[in-house]
């Protein structure tokens, strides 16, 4: 076993592929109890950008039709609102680093659920881009954050299964906005969903108020203060302080963007193409959208537990092959009934290993930059691949959307070769 930790200053490069230096911590009650609570109000957090990632994808044909917009132009607005995540990854992870985690998560939440609201009153393409832009940025600080304070809370050995369960919070969020969408809409038109996209402020309160700030933050804030160090100064130069660090930040980044563009670029997309190429309306829809999140939870669920038994890499092989053969399959459906099963396989490859993430980065990082490695490496990847739902339909105007849909198996292969770079840390003690 090789071990080269750059403690304190960038990734731990530790390159042992049979699980790093595994360890066997146990928690004390109280330890555990909050344990609970980090991993449940990340979870919510997480489930309200889930929400309202999804709302967009289901108001996209009022909003076509309304401003009379392209295709392409609509699925430009889900770029953008990416892109505004990645910018808020930035920022809210050096913050987060500074300040702590779960004020910044408070705070990250009151924004995108302010700007979410004010969609409603959108009276053009450019202002609603400016507020699904700054909607992004208060998304972006969610996934980071809440899966930093997960990842500190547990033990070592349980910390793919509780990132798990925040991931499981977002696709909480996706399965209630694909449950309320269809209501909503017949009753006040796409503004409505947006409406109800501004409630999650007052979740922020309850955030704030019953989760204490993380152990594992304080400690390194109390050693820092006591060297006269400055806590997160660093932060953005510790993902490429050395060339083995920056390689291993960069393929985080492409195997990100590849998770996050076959994503979004299906979640996007597939509900208007069930609607033209199927004939399947407001009813059938949210069916489709919910068995095929069900099948997303069962894959994130089956990832944690798979992930702290046999190890990150391997499992993110599995997700990842599957991924590529599957989307193929998929886009060979021909049958109407087959777009249930074959959605929830999908679903189970194509997103199961959203929760992964915060484990692996957090084992990568320490506790001076892993907020900002986080939101900073996931949300990059969230922007690149927020052009999922603008190159798709550029593709499908070409191609057709089954074209489309299978092309996504070449970027899943690149993510599986991608993985070769990333160490094995699995039940690494954090530092």
């Known amino acids: ?15 042992d592929t049979g699980g790093g230096d595994l360890v066997e911590d ?60 990645m910018v808020g990854g930035l920022v809210f992870g050096m913050l ?18 302010v700007f979410t609201g004010l969609t409603a009153l959108a009276q053009g393409y450019w202002d609603l881009a400016a507020y699904r832009f700054i909607a992004g940025i208060g998304i972006g600080g969610e996934f980071g954050i809440g899966m930093t304070l997960a990842a500190e809370a547990v033990s070592a050995r349980y910390r793919a299964r509780a990132t798990s369960w925040v991931a499981i919070g977002f696709q909480t969020g996706v399965l209630a906005a694909a449950l309320v969408s269809a209501p909503v809409i017949g009753l006040w038109d796409w503004r409505g969903l947006f409406v109800i996209g501004a409630l999650p402020a007052l979740v922020a309160v309850f955030v704030r108020r019953h989760t204490e700030e ?12 006591a ?13 490429v302080r050395t060339p083995r660090i920056a390689l291993i930040s960069l ?44 099948g997303m939870m069962l894959g994130i669920i089956a990832f944690g537990q798979l992930a702290d038994r ?59 930059i892993r907020a900002t490695a986080q939101n900073v490496l996931f949300n990059i990847g969230r922007g690149i691949g927020g052009f999922g739902p603008f190159v798709i339909p550029l593709i499908a ?18 993510s599986f070769v991608t993985m070769l770079l990333i160490p094995e840390r699995r039940g690494a003690r954090l530092e």
């Open 1 to 15: 076993m090789t071990d080269d930790h750059a403690t304190g200053d960038g990734a731990r490069a530790d390159v």
């Open 310 to 368: 046999i190890g990150r890499r391997y499992t993110f092989w599995i997700f990842q092959l599957g991924s590529a053969v599957f989307v193929i399959l998929y886009a060979m459906i021909t049958v109407p009934w087959m777009l249930l099963p074959g959605g929830f396989v999908v679903g189970i490859f194509v997103n199961g290993a959203l929760g992964g993430y915060g484990a692996l980065l957090a084992e990568l990082y320490p506790t001076e």
């Open 26 to 85: 146990e928690q004390t009650p109280e330890q555990k109890r909050y344990a609970r609570k980090a991993v449940f109000a990340s979870s919510i957090g997480y489930a309200l950008d889930g929400f309202d990632l999804l709302i967009l994808s289901f108001a996209l044909s009022g909003i076509t039709a309304t401003f009379a917009l392209s295709d392409s132009r609509a699925g430009s607005l889900a770029t953008i609102t990416l892109i505004g995540a």
């Open 96 to 113: 987060a680093d500074r300040i702590g985690r779960v004020k910044m998560l408070t705070y990250s939440i009151v924004i995108f659920a």
């Open 214 to 225: 993380s152990p594992t933050f304080e400690a390194e804030k109390a050693r820092r203060d």
């Open 251 to 294: 393929a985080m980044i492409i195997i990100t963007s590849v998770q996050n563009f076959g994503y979004f670029g299906l979640m996007t997309w597939l509900p208007s193409y069930l609607n033209t190429e199927f004939e399947l309306d407001l009813v059938g829809l949210p069916l489709w959208v919910s068995v095929t999140i069900l």
């Open 397 to 414: 105007e070409q191609k057709g959307f089954p074209w489309a849909i299978g092309s996504l198996s070449v970027l899943y292969c690149l």
């Open 227 to 239: 060297a006269g160090q400055s806590l997160g100064a660093r932060s953005l130069l510790g993902l």
